[in-house]
């Protein structure tokens, strides 16, 4: 069963320091990682999804890289904003489906002004 | 307007009502989802359905049943609430090759 961890469950930065965010996964067979980002009691925002064969994605101020064999994915965030402040949450899909979803329990960014 | 639509957004209900969530897409994709968030636990997969015709239940659908009226639309109902269904739950939709997932804003739901 794939497991999702996601680590540290909460951080705390000045604004303007650069971050990385961590996700670790059992499986290493997976068919796509997608980084999402929720605000206190809304719905998940897409912020990159990396397939299987990629190594990275970047979008703005985030980077996100893919390591398959070593289980991991970080998200990098440059010169954070207090308007990064959020809990940022990871999931894999398995390969051989792309539906089932597994999440991490998310990691809470705080980004002090 | 919202690409995945929820509603209600917010619902309190008592123990024993039923009670339905509904959730309604113009993205045009045919794979749609149901998920529940509760703190610590993370999100749950309820139920998903690939289209119209073809419905699966994900690792918690005790107690919940849904409906995929059109391609476009898929209701979750609670038959019989009770407290423990307090949660946050989410619609999701994505397409076929991409796999990406966009979330609804959610659906509130108290049961007294």
């Known amino acids: 069963k794939q497991e999702v961890t996601q680590i540290p469950a909460a951080l705390s930065v000045p604004e303007g320091e650069n971050l990385v965010l961590n996700c670790s996964f059992t499986d290493s067979a997976i068919y796509n990682l997608q980084w999402f980002r929720q605000d206190p009691g809304k719905g998940l925002t897409s912020l990159l999804l990396?397939?299987?064969?990629?190594r990275e994605q970047t979008s703005g101020r985030l980077n996100a890289s893919l390591d398959k064999s070593s289980g991991r994915s970080t998200l990098y965030i440059a010169a954070s904003q207090p308007g990064d402040s959020a809990t940022y949450l990871c999931?894999?899909?398995?390969?051989?489906?792309?539906?089932?979803?597994?999440f991490g329990k998310g990691t809470l960014l705080t980004v002090n002004p | 307007d919202a690409d995945v639509t929820q509603t209600p957004r917010n619902r309190i209900t008592k123990t024993g009502k039923r009670i339905m969530l509904e959730c309604s897409q113009t993205k045009g994709h045919d794979r749609m989802y149901w998920y529940r968030q509760d703190p610590g636990l993370g999100l749950r997969l309820i139920y998903y359905s690939f289209d119209v015709k073809d419905i699966n239940k994900g690792e918690i659908s005790d107690g919940y049943s849904v409906s995929r009226q059109a391609q476009a639309k898929f209701s979750l109902s609670l038959e019989s609430a009770i407290p423990n269904q307090t949660a946050l739950y989410f619609c999701?939709?994505?397409?076929?090759?991409?796999?990406?997932?966009?979330f609804g804003e959610g659906s509130r739901l108290t049961v007294l």
């Open positions: 990396i397939q299987s064969s990629q």
């Open positions: 999701a939709t994505s397409d076929f090759w991409a796999g990406e997932l966009f």
């Open positions: 999931a894999v899909v398995p390969g051989g489906s792309n539906y089932k979803l597994t």
